[in-house]
């Protein structure tokens, strides 16, 4: 019979064979997995049985991922990984599908939780810590990277204070990673004390393992002083918080690179936390009448705007400075919405790239349209960009950026104040029927049905019955009035009513 050991570090062993991304398929589909398996106790039909329990799970990633805490047969799971290697080994068209990205998250995720039952304590960090190696790889099953895209990050760190850091790209279809970059250097004695001493701590008692199979992950080697290695997994979303630091941001800041993977896939690095811009615009006016004392030919007028993005005051504002003593400024303060609406915009690309203009445009002598962008971030300096205001000379996700804005001003654009349909509002008489006009799809002109619901309001869509045969249709209200008996515009005997109001789950349906 299996020991947990046994089990554990099959696990490993063949978890780690498939986050290697260097990998050939051949080698994964070597007969010492079978072999394994079966050595542990692990089978076929077993493996069915896992089919019948989890459905989909048996090979969708995303299913697995939500029911991955329920698994609590070790058997049972391990059995579930034989079988669906053994579909790559026998009965796929296309063995080489098992290197695909969803095929792997799947292996990844059931060998990471197979590993998770059988770890017992003594698989926690022990002794004093002599390496550190992280590596971090950023590629998901549900967005393909461009072949340059940075993707893998190797960090070693030695208690000397050697740093060697090694960053590889997605390479042709992700089959083997190209390394573009390295760096090696030394970081203080100190700086290294104070990482080890946060690294031994955090990892020397058992914590939450996060897997997830639409994101990244990362496995780390810590290394003592007799020259035992343990082992460490988790997907790119980890949070480990040692005394009030995050153990990513520890790394960045003593490692002295902002751009560090590390555990939580650098995704919170970059925030923005402000945009501020200013729209200026100088015109010159030439005079139609010129008195004699106005010796200028011209008149100039200085006209600006501004907005502001706050994440911190958590308001957006807008301000027209139209002439000397004239401006205009609307101010939203939305605290979630402000904070939704800058997380719409990606720190690392927003404003990134602009065209410019040609050299030989053709200026406006009488007037000139320029621009200040400032953008603040959490971890980054800010960022100031300057050019001309028009296509050209503005980023190229300028447009993207305007329009998102100005639906987010429409969405919360909701006056009543000086809305003809609430202060031209008439209320209703107990005497008085609702007559609604409503416009048929395609249709132009309307037609009045009743109805008691004094909460259908213009615009509106409805349901109505129409034609001799009353079949139900969809329509919209188009205006709402109040009559008498004697004032209907048409007999109430001979007016239809409308059915009920057309509710968001009847477009569901």
Known sequence: MATMKQIYDFAIKWCDKFRDCDINYIELLDHWMADECIALGFNIDCGKAFKEKYGLAIYDPETLNKIIDDITDIPLLGSAIYLRWRYFNHWAYDSAEILNPQNRAWFILALSRLALLCQENQFVFKGTLKKIRIVSNNVCFSCMPEPDDEVEQHLTINNDGQVLFLGYNFGHNGIKHKKIRSKSFKIEKEDVKRLFRAIETYFNREYTEVFATDIGNWVMELTNTEGITYKFYGSLCAEFDYEGTDLSNLIREIVGMNDLYVFDGNAKLDVINKITINYHRVTKIKHDQKPKEVKKDFITWDYSECLIIDRKSGTLEYIQNIGTDSNITFKYKINDGIVNLLERFDARKLFKHIKGNFEDVIENPNETRDYIITIDYT????????GSYDKNGLPEDFLYFVETITNFIKYYNMQEMFNPFVYGKVKRRKSEYIFCSVIFKGG?????????????????????????????????VDNIEYFSKENAPRPIEKTKRIIRKYINDDFAN
């Open 444 to 476: 132009y002109k309307s037609y009045y049905y009743l109805t008691d619901d004094d909460s259908i309001e213009i615009g509106d869509l409805v349901l109505v019955p129409a034609g001799d045969d009353d079949h139900e249709v969809v329509v919209e």
């Open 379 to 386: 971890k980054s300096p800010s960022r100031i960009i300057t």
